[in-house]
């Protein structure tokens, strides 16, 4: 018989629970999408005034950056694998990658006229998948910021893009 243990966070302290941000000027209901890192120590969050939130969960729990959008209503957001970028989709088909190391926007993204309700970075890290209203998933290289793919097929919108460990397969609905 395998014995349960309870989920505990990077400090051992249990998982379940309330996370207390701190006074970071957010006020209830901004916080509209959120992303955890794999290993647990970035928490990043969208708003409904554009704006992206990165928080270090292991220092203090403290914001380390803020970044900006062209106002559109921020609808999804990942995390790549090992932190270095957030991405983030927009009500209005706007697709960002950000680089957390140096606090800079990265790539703003085309392709995407229509609202972005999933975003995916791929295990290795290469390759971001956007999707939404427009019922395609659009496939960017992160380091150049290039569209690569779009894969059609679906007959609605997609809520939700997952990759396989492995990054072979893209999973969407």
Do not use: C
């Not at 395998?2 to 249990?14: C, E, I, M, T, W």
């Not at 209830?28 to 794999?38: D, N, Q, R, V, Y």
């Not at 809520?159 to 396989?164: A, K």
Request: proline share 2%; charged share 20%; no cysteine.
């Amino acid at each position: 018989m395998v014995k349960k243990q309870p989920a505990q966070d990077l400090k051992g302290q249990s998982r379940f629970g309330r996370l207390k941000m701190g006074n970071d000027g957010n006020k209830a209901g901004e916080i509209w999408a959120i992303a955890l890192s794999e290993n647990g120590q970035y928490l990043a969050a969208t708003s409904y005034d554009g704006r992206i939130n990165v928080w270090d969960n292991i220092e203090d729990r403290k914001k380390i950056r803020k970044y900006e959008t062209k106002g559109s209503f921020g609808m999804a957001i990942d995390l790549s694998v090992d932190g270095r970028f957030t991405a983030s989709g927009h009500e209005n088909g706007g697709v960002y990658i950000f680089n957390n190391d140096t606090g800079r926007l990265l790539h703003s993204l085309p392709g995407l006229f229509k609202a972005v309700r999933a975003i995916a970075f791929s295990p290795g890290g290469k390759l971001l998948a956007a999707a939404g209203d427009a019922r395609v998933i659009a496939l960017y290289d992160v380091s150049t910021g290039e569209q690569v793919a779009n894969l059609i097929g679906h007959g609605a919108w997609i809520f939700s893009l997952d990759w396989s460990f492995t990054g072979e397969f893209l999973l969407s609905g």
